[in-house]
């Protein structure tokens, strides 16, 4: 009996010092987790401020582009404002600004590419003169652009009543229908209107960022 007696405290301490191994490994893991379950938090904190700071960053950024973009925009308008005055001072007018944006505005609005340009064409005819400022011709149209600096409802008259005989000097394009574009830096509104009433196109600078046909749709 002794012997049993001893056998069975033996195998109640190695059940015990069991539970106890058990009990510590079950604790460590335990811990572990907690451990790990603080770090993960940690981690999902620390990548929340990080997605914050980027999209704070990405934010400054896109107003520092729009700044930028809007500074590039306005410093383009004053040049373009600058050059254009010093155009108009020197009377060049249809060298510097028209002409350079003539071949583009063709082909946007009228769908046309000029096979012949001319600037400051004269004609004389029966001890007459026609001056136009530029020509452009096309395989269906031929465009009379006249500019003045400071256009007025006059100058639009006038063109109209100059238009009319076109085709007197111009007999080679009696084929093509006649265009007339009036140039300018700026119009005022009611010369635009009243250039549209008489089917004339304007083409200035639209909001001094590039120089457009201003009143296409309204012919």
């Known amino acids: ?63 520092d582009t729009r700044a930028f973009k809007d500074e590039m925009k306005e410093e383009s308008k004053k040049k373009n404002k600058e050059w254009s005055n010093l155009a108009k001072k020197m009377g060049t007018l249809v060298e510097d600004l028209i002409a350079p944006a003539l071949r583009p505005v063709l082909s946007k609005y009228f769908n046309c590419e000029a096979k012949t340009e001319g600037q400051r064409m004269f004609k004389r005819k029966d001890g007459e003169d026609y001056e136009i400022d530029a020509i452009a011709v096309s395989d269906d149209k031929v465009f009379m652009i006249e500019v003045k600096s400071t256009p007025t409802v006059k100058f639009v008259d006038d063109i109209a009543e100059k238009s009319g005989r076109f085709f007197e000097f111009y007999p080679e394009y009696r084929d093509k229908r006649l265009v007339i574009i009036l140039g300018s830096i700026t119009f005022p509104d009611n010369v635009i209107k009243y250039a549209s009433g008489k089917g004339m196109y304007v083409m200035g600078w639209r909001e001094w960022e590039y120089m457009d046909i201003l009143n296409f749709d309204e012919i």
């Open 1 to 63: 009996m002794p012997i049993i007696e001893e056998r069975v405290d033996r195998v109640e301490i190695a059940i015990e010092n069991l539970a106890r191994t058990v009990e510590i490994g079950f604790n460590r893991v335990q811990n572990s987790q907690i451990q790990t379950e603080a770090e993960l938090r940690e981690f999902k904190e620390e990548m929340r401020e990080f997605k914050d700071e980027m999209r704070e960053f990405k934010n400054e950024m896109r107003e």
